[in-house]
């Protein structure tokens, strides 16, 4: 048994406004950063897993990002596993 | 002026109590999902930076994450930069 670590993001779709992102990019004028735009806000999560292979873990963060960590009618996903040294 | 694609996580740092991510630990098992552990949640955040240079973005993201978009007294954060195409 290996422990992974899955490093997932989850973003609001593309099509679908994001208010907070939205908010902060008019912040970053009044910060004087104004070169800054397209602020989009989502989740970082990371999480361990103990599975006997890379597919394993995968399948398992993949059916975690689906049932719970996502929103797929909003939100998409996308994640990295590395090999818990 | 070149657009740079910046790739922002916020995360809560070791030392701190992260409920969120406790509860969703929580939750996995009850999604038959118990090799999952140590779930920590922060926030990701995706912006486009306009700048002359690699550096000069990466001083303004910097700036950015300093002043607007994480708390260091409970937040550490990381990002990446990439040229947009």
Redesign the interface.
């Known amino acids: 048994m290996k422990t992974f670590l899955a ?1 997932i ?3 609001p779709k593309k099509e679908i406004l994001d208010p907070q ?1 939205k908010a ?2 008019g ?2 004028k009044n ?1 004087g ?1 104004a ?17 006997d292979s890379e597919a394993t873990a995968s399948a ?2 993949d ?2 990002c689906k ?3 996502a929103n797929l009618i909003m939100e998409s996903y996308t994640f990295t596993l590395t090999l818990k040294s």
């Open positions: 490093e993001d989850v973003m992102g902060v990019t912040s970053m910060l950063l070169e800054i735009q397209n602020v989009r806000i989502g989740k970082h999560i990371s999480l361990e897993i103990d599975a398992k963060v059916e975690a049932n719970l960590l």
